[in-house]
């Protein structure tokens, strides 16, 4: 996933089955399987992305500014 720090759009370099992002309180902003994720109507700050991969599951912290 790049970039990150990111300005609001993301890239995804990986197959994948699912992405959800979500704020830092459960929120979901994004739940879907595109490979390149537009957030720029999104407010600046830390993020969670979750991407699943054939039933694995890898949550990372994203920054937007």
């Known amino acids: 996933i790049y970039p ?3 300005m609001g759009i ?3 370099h990986k ?16 739940d879907g399987k595109e490979k390149v994720i537009d957030l720029t109507d999104c407010q600046k ?3 969670l992305i979750q991407t699943t991969i054939k039933n694995n599951i890898t949550t990372e912290k994203i920054i937007l500014y």
């Open 45 to 47: 700050g830390v993020y």
């Open 4 to 6: 990150n720090p990111s």
């Open 10 to 12: 993301l890239h995804i």
């Open 15 to 30: 197959d994948i089955d699912r992405v959800v992002i979500l704020n830092m309180i459960g929120k979901v902003f994004y």
